[in-house]
DNA sequence: GTGGTCTAGACCACA
DNA sequence: GTGGTCTAGACCACA
């Protein structure tokens, strides 16, 4: 099994997004501890080899940082985190663009949606 | 393995909506015929089982009919093709909202992002 | 093999009938649970997907609801129950009616035929 | 496959039911010449052989008899024909009863069915 | 335990 | 060729 369709994405990079979107949303603050190896795994449910690659990568990619025997704890760099959350607006926009494109709505359905998102963003139409 | 991760939605729903974006973007106009079930299988590397399901999901819905010994045909009925647009402009919005919500973004990335949206799906700012 | 003797119709639409009969007879009462997937299929001797099948179609027609990890049981609805009642009662009056038409049988003999219906089913004459 | 669902009976019992029908509805007269067992096997698509088994079924029973060289014919016995009309009537009673028992209808539902069928079999209600 | 999904592969009816 | 039905059997999620 394995598609164009199949949407499905290694399970170490899942982790690793699930932590950046813990963090993006202040549910780890920056400099937080995140949970342990095992923890995690048990909460995902997987391999705890699983959660100590994804680990790896987002230490790497310098979104967390390991101190020997005290455990993994989220970035304070401001710019890091920031780059993060505008990196998370831009896939889910790209998304969604892509998504709606080749729809055929008219203007104004797009508009109509645009509303919608304002709406439910707290965006002040003016 | 179940976890908030695990994006993976059974492959005969993944199947359901692909034939249904590809016919809502007239890649199967209505009336066409659809790849064969067995046609279809080997495209996806699944089943054929599984594609069958697909297929009686989709006519169960009245997405498709399905003339036997000559194939399933994407319907014509233009009211059902809006209301699967109308849907699938719905889900993709939603999915975008619940995204970027909690991203504590501010108006004036919001709006930046509105902005390249509008001007990648052709809607004039006024 | 197809011919007009082939009454054979698929087993999956032969067991929806089944708990169709069974239930209307309250040999299934309304809320009560169905045999498992497992059981139906032993008892009946066919292939569990052949029950699950069933199942499916009883579901989708809302005769029956599934409690995942619990099985599947009868609908409470009893205007669900009373229609299916009346079309289980039109159905055999149908066939009745095809089978004896055109026998050429006499007035007399219909209604000495009228007399023992109405007898074995409790029907006053008056 | 092989169930107390399954209500499939031999297929050479299915041909002399057959054949009972057709004649009891004078579509094979009395004296008439059934069809050979070659044709008969063709429309029916099947064996030969299974015809020829249904045809000394028919013939043992005195249903039929048989010519040598020139076929097989209905019987030209009026009381034989008589009979034979009588138990399909009574069979065709007898499947309705069961089938319509135990659905707990009122007598009104009863009454209602009972004048359907007399509408539909032209037996006039006085 | 329960139902849900999937594979591999067979055989059938229809055209 | 097309879809329809079925078997045998696997593995999964849910409770």
Redesign the interface.
Known sequence: ????????RP?YL??VE?IKVRA???FYPPGSRVPSIRDMAT????NPNTVTRAYMELERDGFIFTKRGQGSFITEDKERMNKE??D??S???Q???S???????S?I???E??G???K??D??EN
């Open positions: 099994m394995e598609t164009e369709f199949d949407i499905t399970i899942q982790i699930l993006v949303r202040e909460e995902m449910k997987v959350k505008t998370l607006a896939q889910a926009t998304l969604f663009i998504n709606i494109k080749g729809l055929g709505l203007k359905q797009l508009n949606i645009f919608q998102m304002k439910e963003l965006v002040a």
